[in-house]
């Protein structure tokens, strides 16, 4: 049996436990994000006995994304902590901040490597390390968005903490009837509203597969191949979800620009970065700093050492 690599889109994963991990330290701090993060390494290295573990982190947003639409991810409400305090809830952006900064801290003494290069998106970097790095090798995805399912086939899925899903080819065309290599596509007529991307008035992934089955296929369809077969599916029998597509042709083809994981979206400096991230060591693990380091954080309940078991496999070679 094959042993994936796991990559775990950092922020999106620590932003599910930092709303909904109640954990406090001993200091009076809340550290859900850190524990909850934490655990879930712990759990799927279990679960699959990775080969190999990269952690990428956020580096501030696409430049190149923002001059394309000023107003993408523009306006997102910030994220509620959906857990109890006894007393008034703590300012969540600096706890965030402070939660992410020692959770990064903390990973160094696992000697899991980080990667974070400014002024891109993590899905990109992620792409790249998937699709062109390592392009043999079979990855998990670990993360809720699915803009990550565009990148879904054979030897790459996406394991999404809110679903408690695996998903897959055939996972996804059974949820969508939207194959993965068509995914993207489809979802530049749809839209998606957690980023600011307005889509076409009336379209969604049923009415989308129904009306163009091709989608469902292996086969490579592109945002003009929709157009165009709305063009001509119109002649035929009027529709207003025909009507829609046409019109919203040139959205489409923006979104697509904004949506499309992958190398083109960095810059070559950026790429360098990754790669030499990548082809640098991590440093050694250091099992004792790690236990210090949560004890200075008043974290006294965390099972290290189960931790340090499970990931001995992926990443200590002895």
Not at 292 to 303: C, E, K, S, V, Y
Request: proline residues 4%.
């Amino acid at each position: 049996m094959s042993r994936p690599i796991l990559v775990f889109d950092g922020l999106n994963c620590f932003y599910r436990h930092f709303v909904a991990n109640p954990s406090m330290s001993q200091n009076g701090d809340p550290i859900g994000g850190i524990i909850g993060f934490l655990k879930g390494i712990n759990l799927l290295c279990e679960r699959y006995n990775p080969s190999g573990i990269y952690v990428v982190w956020e580096g501030g947003g696409s430049s190149r994304r923002r001059s394309i639409d000023k107003s993408y991810k523009q306006g997102r409400r910030p994220e509620k902590l959906n857990r109890f305090y006894s007393e008034d809830i703590p300012n969540t952006v600096s706890n965030r901040n402070d939660q992410i900064s020692k959770l990064v801290s903390l990973l160094r003494y696992t000697s899991i490597p980080q990667i974070y290069v400014s002024d891109c998106e993590a899905d990109d970097i992620i792409a790249r390390i998937v699709s062109t790095t390592f392009p043999e090798d079979e990855f998990i995805i670990i993360s809720s968005d699915r803009d990550f399912f565009q990148l879904i086939n054979d030897r790459i899925s996406v394991w999404s903490p809110g679903s408690k899903k695996r998903w897959t080819t055939e996972l996804v065309l059974e949820k969508y009837s939207i194959h993965p290599t068509n995914f993207c596509a489809a979802r530049c007529f749809i839209g998606d509203g957690s980023d600011g991307l307005k889509g076409a008035s009336g379209v969604g992934f049923k009415s989308l597969a129904k009306r163009l089955p091709e989608l469902s296929s292996s086969d490579s369809v592109s945002v003009d191949d929709i157009v165009t077969k709305c063009r001509l599916l119109q002649e035929q029998k009027s529709l207003k979800l025909y009507d829609s597509i046409i019109r919203n042709a040139d959205i489409a083809k923006k979104n697509w620009k904004l949506m499309y994981l992958g190398s083109g979206n960095l810059s070559g400096t950026q790429m360098q970065k990754v790669d030499g991230i990548l082809d640098n060591d991590a440093g050694p693990r250091n099992k004792l700093g790690f236990v210090r380091a949560l004890l200075q954080l008043g974290i006294t309940n965390f099972d290290y050492d189960k931790l340090f078991m499970a990931l001995k496999p992926a990443l200590y070679r002895e």
